[in-house]
């Protein structure tokens, strides 16, 4: 199957990420996956959410928020949806899911995802790119000795994989996503570890044999979103 952009079923679409974008955040980066353009930023807060406090642990939350036109019709500024405090709590988890948090101390890093152009896989986007400007941030504390490593266990990225036309496909458009039989979200590590799926079908049930397959490929395209983690990150990391 040869899909609307020319891509076979199971390739990703093309991937461009720039690291340090933003001039004044401790760690950033733009992500484009195809049409899809997401700016990534980690801020430092030297406090933890009073639940943490006492406890010597550090916290990492996000904030995910599309601009006007980012989509084909204007979305209105100042109404946060349903739907955007859902990924952005996904973000948090998947990046609090591969750093030990223990080592942090009492300090908080925001993360903020900023939509500003959507072609579908915003959510996935936004982990993969996340995750880089986070590495940054936690850097730059070790080069000011405020941490003695940076605190990471393991790498993690994210794809959607879907069924259209009966067929299994990777890192799915917009327009594919709007016509799908059936949607996933993946996220995973880099040792294989799930820390999240999430499913739908739209028009009929699916098996276990289909959603072993889906997993399979939603792997193949995280190792080569981690791949590109770890060419960007291995002067920082010493890979």
Known sequence: MIRTDGRPYDRLRKINIIPNYMKYAEGSCLIELGNTRVVCTATLEDSVPPFLK??????????????????????????????????????????????????????????????????????????????????EALDKLKQKKILS????????AAVSVGILNNELILDLTYDEDSQAELDMNVVMTAKGEFVEIQGTAEKRPFNKEKLDKLLILARKGINELIDIQ????KDILGL
Request: aromatic residues 8%.
């Open 54 to 135: 006492g406890t010597q642990t550090g916290w990492i939350t996000a904030e995910y928020g599309m601009l006007p036109r980012s989509c084909q019709t204007r979305i209105q500024r100042g109404k946060e949806s349903g739907r955007s405090y859902e990924i952005q709590r996904l973000i948090g988890r998947s990046l609090r899911a591969v750093i030990d948090t223990k080592l942090l101390g009492e300090r908080t890093f925001w993360i903020d995802c900023d939509v500003i152009q959507a072609d579908g896989g915003t959510r996935t986007a936004s982990i993969t790119g996340s995750f880089i400007a986070l590495v």
């Open 149 to 156: 490593q940076i605190p990471i266990k393991d790498f993690v």
């Open 230 to 233: 770890r060419d960007i990150l």
